[in-house]
């Protein structure tokens, strides 16, 4: 075959514990150090502290949450964009997921940033115009994941992350209200990795900006979002020889050679504040989101308190206006190809230069009506809806203007006893590019009793057209040689709840008609046959002690029929450690180990040049030693800090190499798991 290549245009740590990382570990002992003295003198002033002011900060759930008390406190509550329900904040000293942005149950590719998918099935289902590249989603900063505050005083957040071989995370959260019912947040993220091995730096920028605004009346309320996110990952197409892992030339994982990528030297990628990437995927989105809300009939009332009135509005009828505009931009860039290509991706002969690129331009506009039931419950409506939708493209073989007209309804109902949630909603694609598309969703959660906890159940179907990277329309899909069908998915779920037990019990069915995926480094398919797959879980905490505790995630899953897919039949994540004061006032303090296993499978592999996931039958990802890490956790008042000992599991010691950290795991073919890994980790809130 032949591909259409372009001249080249420019682009819009963790390694083994070494002797020769001195300086790293010197830093990284020294910031330590430096943590540990502030910790010391935190714990032994008896200062006042702006967080005092908050409540339950060390505990779980609901107490566990910053809470309004009195007039020297300050309140702090945030909603997303299309839920009315005013959440609180949680800080639980244990978790560090809630800081870091790929989930336990993820795997990548050994270092922070690189491409990484769910070990749990979980099919895409959202109809309409979608691009197919999800192999980044984690670090993506999304609509469905802004939130917009309300609070009474000023409040920010520092986050840094740093990482064997000088990876780091730089987070920087921002959020304070301009006005009474004015308030805007602000949020900035760094993630930048050099990698274990070559050619796997990473270098990631997030920003994300909202505003909330409701008029003195409550009658009129408005929502803004601008965010964007700027992706840059070297690929490196995994190592040549998986036997170079057991020689004695290789301790320093970097140096092993890659199938695709150019030699750099070591000091050019291990540079925090920059990026140097020859061979690579630049993933770029934006999004801006205006959103309007009038309400034309309701019930007005008011709130008197000591030394103010408060408006109070219950809404009949409203209406909302919403404008999106989007953009997404996939390029890939080679600028000195090996054999790779003509071995893999069966090109005539290697090229002097890849460059693959899509850029879209999406505008979509929402006019909408809201019926409130029963006025007083905000939480009871039905809504309606009209969209209109321009999509415009630009890939290497020319241009494409699309369109699609779609119409949406919902029905949501939280009772206010809390003992009922319903949600409901659908959407139909009339006329256009994705004409047919549908999705429709119902879920119906009961409170049974405080004692038996609340049951869920849910029902869901999608019908979709397949994501562009599947058309031969995108420059990523010339492995596709005939227009596919579209996707139909039916998932039937359902969850027990029990708080007491610290116990949730769920189940996802899934039957999958006209599945698509790759089944190589550029072809692509569709499974015709139908097929199903079944997916349990159960998760659970168990108190061993008041302060010993287990938390387990337990997930069972199973493909049936004529199936593409590969799953891990049993995963399970957890920790176990202490969670406690230690007899200290102003500490909170966890510690343990944490684990996670996968049983064996024949595990997807990864083609960087279309930066997509594919189907494999030829290597098995044989039995492998639990990923372990050794963690330590601790906050005092405003300051936490993690540190942790990740891939203890690789320890060994061989007549080769000796003592190190070098019996790897591996998470798709050709791709190892990284050796040891020291991330040390510091949070500090402030209260203005």
């Not at 992350?161 to 805007?184: C, P, Y």
């Not at 080679?334 to 090229?351: A, E, G, K």
Request: aromatic share 16%; proline share 4%; net charge neutral.
């Amino acid at each position: 075959m032949n591909i259409n290549v372009l001249s080249v245009v420019s682009p819009s740590g963790m390694v083994n514990f070494q002797a020769n990382s001195w300086t790293q570990r010197s830093g990284m002992k020294g910031i330590l150090l430096i943590i540990v003295i502030m910790a010391g003198f935190l714990a032994a002033s008896g200062q006042s502290n702006p967080m005092n002011r908050f409540r339950g900060m060390g505990g779980g759930g609901g107490k566990d949450s910053l809470q309004h008390r009195k007039d020297d406190t300050m309140s702090i509550t945030y909603r997303f964009l299309d839920s009315s329900r005013l959440l609180k904040m949680d800080s639980e000293i244990y978790n560090f997921y809630l800081r870091y942005p790929l989930p336990p149950t993820y795997v990548d590719f050994g270092n922070i940033g690189t491409a990484s998918h769910s070990l749990i099935f979980n099919p895409f289902m959202k109809p309409g115009w979608d691009g197919g590249w999800h192999a980044y989603d984690p670090y993506v900063f999304t609509n469905e994941n802004a939130k917009f505050y309300n609070t009474t005083k000023p409040y920010s957040e520092l986050d840094y992350l740093l990482g064997t071989n000088s990876e780091q995370m730089i987070n920087v959260v921002h959020t304070q209200n301009i006005t009474r019912n004015w308030n805007f947040y602000f949020q900035y993220r760094l993630i930048n990795s050099p990698g274990t091995y070559g050619n796997q730096n990473t270098n990631h920028n997030n920003y994300n900006f909202t505003s909330w605004y409701q008029s003195k009346n409550k009658r009129y309320q408005a929502f803004l979002i601008m965010m964007g996110s700027k992706l840059e990952s070297s690929e490196s197409a995994g190592i040549q020889n998986t036997a170079d892992l057991d020689s004695a030339s290789y301790t320093n994982r970097f140096t092993i050679p890659t199938n695709i990528g150019t030699s750099q030297a070591y000091a050019n990628v291990n540079n925090p504040f920059g990026t140097q990437i020859s061979t690579g995927t630049f993933y770029t989105t934006g999004f801006f989101t205006l959103r309007q809300q009038y309400d034309i009939f309701g019930l007005k009332d008011s709130l008197v308190t000591d030394s103010v009135v408060i408006p109070i509005f219950y809404p009949k009828l409203r209406v909302e206006q919403t404008i999106n505009y989007s953009t997404f931009h996939e390029t890939f860039n080679d600028y000195s190809p090996s054999i790779y290509y003509v071995n893999n991706l069966d090109f005539v002969s290697t090229p002097d230069t890849i460059h693959l690129s899509d850029l879209w331009h999406n505008l979509t506009n929402d006019f909408s009506l809201y019926s409130f039931p029963d006025s007083r419950n905000s939480q009871q409506f039905l809504k309606a809806g009209i969209s209109f939708q321009t999509m415009n493209g630009t890939y290497n073989q020319g241009e494409l203007s699309l369109y699609n007209l779609f119409v949406h309804g919902e029905y949501r109902n939280k009772t206010r006893n809390k003992k009922w949630d319903i949600e409901a909603f659908g959407n139909f694609y009339v006329n256009g590019y994705n004409a047919g598309d549908y999705n429709v969703y119902i879920s119906l959660q009961r409170q049974i009793s405080k004692n038996l906890g609340n049951l869920q159940v849910g029902f869901e179907n999608v019908n979709r057209s397949v994501s562009m990277a599947w058309t031969n329309q995108s420059s990523f899909g010339f492995g596709v040689s005939q227009a596919f069908n579209k996707e139909n998915v039916i998932h039937l779920f359902g969850s027990i709840i029990q708080p007491k037990l610290g116990l949730t019990l769920s189940g996802n069915y899934y039957l999958l008609n006209n599945y698509p995926y790759f089944t190589s480094y550029y072809l692509a398919a569709q499974e015709t046959n139908p097929f199903n797959v079944l997916v349990v879980s159960a998760d659970k905490r168990f108190a061993i002690t008041q302060h010993l505790i287990l938390r387990a995630l337990v997930v069972l899953q199973k493909e049936a029929g004529a199936s593409p897919v590969n799953i891990p039949l049993f995963v399970t994540t957890g920790q176990f450690g202490y969670e406690g004061k230690l007899g200290l006032k102003n500490l909170n303090i966890a510690f343990g180990i944490q684990f996670r296993y996968y049983s064996p499978t024949t595990a997807d592999g990864y083609s960087p040049v279309i930066g997509q996931f594919f189907t494999q039958n030829q290597t098995r990802i044989a039995e492998q030693l639990p990923d372990l890490t050794a963690y330590l956790n601790f906050r005092i008042r405003s300051f936490v800090a993690y540190f942790r000992t990740e891939n203890l599991n690789t320890m060994q010691v061989t007549p080769a190499t000796g003592f190190g950290f070098t019996n790897n795991n591996f998470v798709a073919p050709y791709y190892p798991n990284a050796g040891l890994i020291i991330r040390l980790g510091i949070y500090w809130s402030f209260v203005n």
